[in-house]
């Protein structure tokens, strides 16, 4: 056998191992584990309100707040890179990333001003 499929035998091997070890925990946990079933458990849980049959009424306001958390993750997402090649970028990068947060900015202080931010 080559070394070069001797260093997928190696990354086989682990992971082999690792199924075998995740396999290994859940296993023990179903056994480990009381088994009591209780109506109140299998219950859907709506985030603290009572939850309701059919299509029931959900509030907008979790909807913004993860749109909001996904803007501005992607907006770390663009600034990191930017941040590790700006020398090589210039001057045109440095414009362009001062326009792409005031654009954030503006929509930050938008959601803020018409009170999507306010949780009561």
């Given at each position: ?67 909001l958390f ?16 700006l020398d ?33």
């Open positions: 056998m080559t070394s070069y499929y001797h260093s997928y035998l190696a990354v086989a091997v682990f992971v082999g191992a690792a199924l075998l070890m995740v396999g290994a925990m859940l296993g023990v946990g179903r056994l480990v584990r009381p088994v009591r079933p209780q109506a109140e458990k299998y219950v859907t849980y709506e985030a603290g309100s009572d939850p309701v049959g059919g299509w029931g009424q959900s509030n907008v306001r979790y909807y913004v707040y993860a749109l996904v803007m501005f993750d992607v907006e770390a997402v663009f600034i990191f890179p930017w941040a590790v090649h090589v970028l210039g001057w045109y990068g440095l414009v362009e990333m001062a326009i792409f947060i005031i654009v954030l900015t503006l929509g930050l202080v938008y959601a803020w001003r018409k009170g999507v931010l306010r949780w009561a």
